[in-house]
């Protein structure tokens, strides 16, 4: 058996609520600048920090520039931020349309024969019980033996999506899956607006013309375009592809990652839910891009992400209203421009740049709020603790390039995989060479044959996702020796029986309750001691 370590090697960490410190915060006042999703989910992380009501937190908008309005997937990690507020999915899910994300369904990335489609999951404790004959079989079947080697099968989270199951399973049946969620972003804002005031966040209309510096370079005030000033001690830039604080007024440099991540514009356009409500995000390569398919409990989101390299924005509406569907429709389509890259400093000076304004790795992998979430986290770590100082903000800057590259680096391993030739978009990013020495190592291992664990573990590659994710990846895209040169296994390369891994996944997707019931009736999560045993 190869070495796998277990695949349920990651936890939920929320940061308790209710730690509380007598001291003063080393800065009174907080301006976020910026009411999208992460303008208030850093000022709600700010209000419930250990200082409570002693440190100042305001959220400034603009009535003027609307929010962006699309991010509808998360990752599982949005679980800790709602239990560490304590506040439940029966809550926060009916008021933003929400619905349970067991995983990402790749359609039509790979050609390969048997390949055209695979399941990203999120990693389910049962999943320990099939992982290793399935990491078995991936590499009799790189080594040349024609084995099952394809995910899907092997995962319980993947029958739960096909199969519109919920992933919360019924209380008697001790096993949790790693879940996340797809939900409306405009209420998401609202509702996490709705909180943050309730924690006493002042929460002010105003558009800012004018960002004012101390003659250090520090942040002094906002000049707001009705006359009036709004100062403050720190200043945390939430405005969006804007970057308003952290990049025109301090002139923080852009990192593009243009080179090797194509996709610069997105087309969004709902479509009626209808059927069963899959567990699942879908994401379908078309010709210049991929279209996601987001079931929400009242309507499916849809987009088209793509390159404005490659294709016209005309062109791409047609295709995706081909994709879906609607060409003849007059539900009309929203054109967004996508800065993809991030900011060479997210904290600069008195100003720390939290959502799109830091950076933004194409939606592929849904990761935007995690990194909303994780950022949030560290500068309220960083306030709890008092360290504002330049060591603080070089550590801070050198976690946040790490964690961009790492999650890059697996969103460019889906465009270097894919074995589409229809289209020079297609093969430019196949063909693409721009890879960093961390990926090159991932799929130079894979080729030669050599499991990914022990240089995932150790950290010499591929780091920010578990060995999972990149099994799922590789196996999934069909990365294996052409059908026509594999051979019959022996009897020990044939010895894990898919009729037993089939039977215990599907016996385990039957403890799942059906997706819409289980909408319909969302029991209590956060005191729930017997998943919480399992989950930290
Ligand atoms: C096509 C696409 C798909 C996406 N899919 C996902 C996904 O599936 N999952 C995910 O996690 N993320 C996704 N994202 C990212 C996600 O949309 C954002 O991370 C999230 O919405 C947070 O946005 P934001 O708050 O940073 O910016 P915005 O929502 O753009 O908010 C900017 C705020 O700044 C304010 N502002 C701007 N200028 C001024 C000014 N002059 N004065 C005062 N205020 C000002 C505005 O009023 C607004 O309140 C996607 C993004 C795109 C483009």
Same mark, same amino acid.
């Given at each position: 058996m190869h070495d796998t370590a277990t695949v349920f090697n990651q936890h939920i960490a929320p940061r308790p609520l209710g730690g509380s410190t007598e001291a003063q915060p080393p800065v009174r006042h907080v301006c976020v600048v910026g009411g999208g999703t992460a303008g208030w989910m850093t000022a709600l992380m700010l209000a419930t920090s250990a200082y409570g009501l002693r440190l100042k937190v305001t959220v400034l908008e603009s009535p003027q520039v609307g929010i962006i309005g699309v991010g509808e997937g998360s990752t599982p990690w949005l679980r800790g931020f709602f239990d560490g507020l304590g506040i439940e999915e029966s809550e926060w899910m009916p008021a933003c349309n929400a619905t349970f994300k067991s995983g990402i369904t790749f359609q039509d990335w790979s050609t390969k024969p048997g390949f055209e489609r695979y399941f990203h999951p999120f990693a389910s404790m049962l999943d320990n019980m099939t992982m290793h004959q399935f990491v078995d079989n991936v590499h009799e079947r790189l080594d040349g033996a024609d084995v099952h080697a394809h995910p899907d099968r092997f995962f319980v989270a993947a029958t739960l999506a096909r199969q519109a199951r919920g992933p919360r399973p019924a209380r008697t049946f001790p096993f949790d899956v790693w879940y996340g969620y797809h939900f409306d972003a405009t209420l998401l804002g609202q509702f996490l607006g709705r909180k943050a005031v309730e924690h006493g966040v002042r929460h002010l209309q105003g558009h800012v013309t004018q960002v004012l510096l101390k003659e250090g370079g520090d942040i002094d005030r906002l000049q707001l375009d009705d006359g009036d000033t709004l100062a403050a001690d720190f200043f945390v830039d939430c405005t969006g592809f804007a970057s308003l604080l952290i990049g025109k007024a301090l002139l923080t440099p852009f990192i593009p990652y243009a080179e090797n991540l194509f996709n610069d514009a997105a087309i969004a356009m709902p479509t009626p839910l209808e059927g069963p409500i899959e567990s699942q995000t879908v994401s379908t390569a078309l010709r210049f891009g991929w279209a996601w398919k987001i079931p929400l409990t009242n309507r499916c989101g849809n987009g088209y992400v793509y390159s404005s390299a490659h294709c016209s924005a005309d062109e791409a509406e047609t295709e995706l209203r081909r994709h879906l569907g609607?060409? /003849?429709? /007059?539900v009309s389509a929203r054109h967004l421009k996508m800065r993809v890259g991030r900011m060479a400093k997210q904290w600069h000076r008195n100003c720390v740049a939290v959502g799109l304004s830091q950076g933004f790795i194409e939606p592929l992998e849904a990761t935007a709020l995690l990194f909303v979430q994780r950022t949030a986290a560290m500068l309220v770590e960083a306030l709890e603790n008092g360290e504002l100082g330049p060591a603080m903000q070089d550590k801070f800057n050198e976690t946040m390039r790490i964690r961009f590259e790492n999650t890059r680096d697996y969103i460019v391993a889906h465009y270097k995989t894919n074995s589409r030739t229809d289209t020079d978009y297609w093969r430019a990013n196949a063909e693409n060479m721009n890879l960093s020495a961390s990926l090159q190592q991932v799929l130079t291992t894979w080729m030669s044959r050599k499991p990914l664990a022990a240089g995932l573990k150790s950290g010499?590659?591929?780091?920010?996702? %578990?060995i999972v994710s990149w099994y799922a990846l590789l196996a999934g895209m069909g990365v294996f020796p052409d059908a026509a040169d594999l051979q019959p296994p022996t009897a020990h390369q044939a010895r894990h029986r898919m009729d037993t891994v089939d039977d215990f996944v599907q016996r385990s997707a039957?403890?799942? %309750?059906d997706h819409r019931e289980l909408l319909a009736n969302i029991p209590p999560r956060v005191g729930d001691k017997s998943l919480q045993l399992y989950l930290w």
């Open positions: 609607m060409l /003849d429709s /007059d010499r590659f591929g780091q920010g996702y %578990p039957l403890n799942f %309750p």
